[in-house]
């Protein structure tokens, strides 16, 4: 039976769970009894791995020890104990740095159990234990499926498109920053984790990789503030060979701008920050009066360009409304020409984040220490193939095949163009400029064209507005 079979197994037990109300309560429900699946399988993992390892959880309270026999706790029996023993020890254990117990601790903070049925709880439990998430299983991969799956189907909840960006947008830009072994990769609101699980990707495969160094373990950082894509992302990460993933849950936006020192700054940034949100009343006190605004993406930007660190990189998803906005907008943008080498503006077809949002997006790629001279364009066009991109027809990392070829020996094409700081500065940093080579091809044989093509547009619809008349006066 297949991974996604059996998650449309558990789908179907927990709708007739009269405690459940709703994709979002169902989807919570089901990830927190993936992790302690996951967990589990994980320990035993490092059980052999750690001659030292010590479990955070009490004996009685590990998966094996209640729900991995399938005839074991059911019904009243086992609702009570999950609700009146499970969730009041791990809600509040304390952590130390010595184990998992952090982890354990941050999962279960904003984490409930909704069922009521203690008949459908275990046959939801007997359908989890067919799935082996050990490191030498297939089935520890099939996560990311699990994971879109469910952001998928967050839709009707409405909140999905705040922390879902299609995993081929995720790994050009990691592709285009390619994180080296030893970089700290921070993506500051890390959603479920697609841009830090495709950096530990891009990192295996470079020759000196050891999952289970310190340099490795520690490169990759993310705060998130919302529990739901917290705890994916956590999850995520530990079937990604991170033991510990150091995932604040928080806001990153709350800490205030002239705190950061040194320290904590970091080599590269993978973000896409949430867009067209409002931040609440008194966040935006904690930036530079210059940058004060409510608006999630443009505090995001401002904090972007401040934590990184001298010669680090950043890849950024951005809407077209960050590029022409005016006011604070466009104070931000001058902090990041002035103080960054923003050298790359890749503009996104309209679709790429369908269903959760028509918004047109953009991917800025920039690095701290100099002062940009220049800012290549590129106009992504659609494949011959696709008019639009939607759910059933998502972009696909083929689709990046020219840019990344243009990327290593650019020259402006009909897609490809540059633009000057100096003429950046003169439209008063706005970066929404198109492609002055096709825009002068127009000019030179369209203006007529477009005349008569308005002419004869309106003598049609002055014919069909007639033909209307006729038919109803």
């Known amino acids: 039976m297949s991974t996604t079979s059996i998650i449309r197994s558990i789908r179907n037990i927990m709708r007739k769970d009269e405690g459940v109300d709703g994709d979002a309560q169902r989807i919570s429900q089901m990830v927190w009894m993936l ?35 399938e005839n074991g706790l059911t019904g009243d029996e086992l609702i009570i104990f999950i609700n009146d023993e499970l969730f009041p020890v791990l809600k509040t254990i304390e952590p130390t740095d010595t184990d998992q117990s952090v982890i354990i601790k941050s999962v279960f903070n904003d984490t409930y159990n909704y069922m009521k049925s203690g008949n459908l ?8 234990n067919k799935i082996d998430f050990s490191k030498n299983n297939k089935d520890r991969h099939v996560f990311n499926d699990i994971y879109e799956t469910i952001l998928k189907e967050l839709q009707s909840a409405g909140s999905s498109g705040e922390y879902y960006t299609p995993r081929a947008v995720t790994q050009f830009m990691v592709d285009m920053i390619n994180p080296q072994i030893g970089e700290s990769i921070l993506d500051p609101a890390c959603g479920t984790g697609g841009f830090l699980t495709c950096s530990l990707v891009n990192l295996s495969k470079q020759k000196d990789f050891d999952e289970t160094s310190l340099i490795v373990q520690n490169s990759i950082r993310g705060i998130e503030k919302k529990p739901l894509p917290h705890l994916l992302c956590t999850t995520n990460l530990m079937l990604h060979g991170i033991e510990k993933p150091a995932i604040t849950k ?54 972007i360009i401040k934590i990184l660190k001298k010669n680090g990189r950043a890849a950024v998803v951005l809407p077209d409304g960050s590029l022409f906005g005016e006011g604070v907008k466009t104070r931000i943008k ?8 923003l050298h790359t503006i890749i503009r996104l077809p309209n679709g790429v984040f369908n269903p959760y949002t028509a918004i047109k997006t953009n991917l800025l790629f920039f690095e ?6 220049e800012t290549w364009y590129y106009e992504m066009p659609y494949p011959e193939e696709i008019k639009n991109y939607s759910a059933s027809r998502p972009i696909d990392i083929n689709h990046f095949d020219e840019i990344k070829k243009w990327w290593f020996n650019r020259k402006e094409t009909e897609y490809a163009w540059k633009v000057t700081f100096k003429e950046i500065k ?16 127009e000019k030179l044989y369209s203006t007529q064209d477009l ?15 007639d033909e209307i008349k006729k038919a109803f006066l």
């Open 250 to 303: 928080g806001n990153l936006l709350s800490v205030k701008y002239d705190s950061w020192k040194n320290n904590d700054l970091v080599n590269i940034v993978l973000s896409n920050p949430p867009f067209g949100g409002q931040e609440e009343d008194g966040i935006e006190k904690n930036f530079p009066e210059e940058f004060r605004t409510k608006e999630t993406a443009d505090l995001f930007l401002a904090l």
């Open 451 to 465: 005349i008569s093509i308005l002419e004869t547009s309106f003598h049609k619809s002055s014919e069909l507005l």
């Open 35 to 69: 992790f302690m699946k996951i967990f589990a399988d994980k320990e035993e993992e490092w059980k052999i791995s750690r001659k030292d390892y010590k479990s955070p959880i009490p004996e009685k309270l590990k998966w094996q020890n209640w729900a991995a026999d």
């Open 334 to 341: 001058e902090e990041l020409l002035t103080k960054c080498d």
């Open 368 to 373: 701290k220490g100099k002062a940009t001279k």
């Open 121 to 128: 709880f275990r046959q939801v439990i007997n359908e989890i």
């Open 426 to 441: 003169s439209r008063n940093f706005n970066l929404d400029i198109k492609n002055s080579n096709v825009l002068e091809q």
